[in-house]
C-alpha cells in the first residue's frame, strides 16, 4: 500500500508540472491570437484589392501572358504545403498534411510529377523521416509570418514557374494552408495559384453583352508583369497569415483541454492516494488488533 501510495503522489506532481506547462501554452496562445486575427484583417483589404485589378486587366484584355497560360511542356506541378513550426496544437499540423496527401494522389494519378515546397518545422520533419524529397523547406515564422518570407516563398514558386521544362520548371502551383473561420472552426484548404484563375471583382456584361471599357497605361503587358507577381505574393502572405492564426486558435483550444484532462488525472490519482493511503491505516490497525488478541490470548 505504501508504494501504491508513493506512486499516486509521484503522477499527481509530474501531472501538475505538465499542467502548469499546457497553462502557460494556452495564455501564450491566447495573447498572440488577437494580433494574429488584426493582420489577417489589415490584409484582406490590400489582397482583395490588388484581386480586383489582376481581375480587371486579365479579362477585358486580350494578352497572353505566361502566368495566365497552362503550359503543355511539363507535367511537373509545384505545391507548397504551409503547417506549424511547433505542436501542442491538436490536429492542427496532422490536417494540413493529411489534405496535401490527398491533393498529391490525385495529382499523380493525373500522370503529373509533384514538386513538393514545404514550410514549417513540422511538415518538414514528417516528409525528411518518409525519404521525400522537398524541393524548399521554410521554417522557424509559422506564428508570426513576415512579408520578407512571404516574398521569398512567392518568388521561388515563380521563377520555377517561369523556368523551362529541361530546368525543372513546373506548369501548376498549388498551395495547401488552414484558412481561419473563426475559433473554434478552422479548415484546410487547396488553392491553386498558378496559372491564375481570377475573376473575383470583375464587372459584369450589360444586358447587351458589352463588357466594360479600360485603359492600360502604358500598355496591358506593362501592366501584368507589374501587377501579378505583387499578386502571387499577397495571396502566400495572405495564406501564411490565415494559417498563422489557425495555428494559434487550435493551440489555445488544444491547451484548454490539455488543461482540463490534467486537472482530471490529479483528481483521479489524488482520490486514488486517499484509498491507498486509507487502506494502509486500516491494514496497520488490523496488525494492532491482532496483536494485541494474541498478547491476551497467551496471557
Sequence with gaps: MAGSQRIYKQRIKSTQSLKKMFRAQELIAA???????DRVSMASPYSRAITRAVSAVATHSNVSHPFLVERSDTRRVAVLLVASDRGMAGAYSASVI????R???RLEAEGKQVALYVSGRRAVTYYTFRGRELVGQW?????APSPEVAGEIADTLLDAFRAPADAGGIAEVHVV???FVNMVTQRPRVVRMLPLEVVEGVAPADDKGALPLYDFEPSPEVVLDALLPRYVRSRIFASLLQAAASELAARQRAMHTATDNAEDLIRMYTRLANQARQGEITQEISEIVSGADALASAS
Design 31 to 37: 495573447s498572440r491570437i488577437g494580433k494574429a486575427r
Design 98 to 101: 493529411r489534405e496535401t496527401e
Design 103 to 105: 491533393l498529391i494522389g
Design 139 to 143: 521554417a522557424g515564422h509559422s506564428d
Design 177 to 179: 494552408y488552414t484558412q
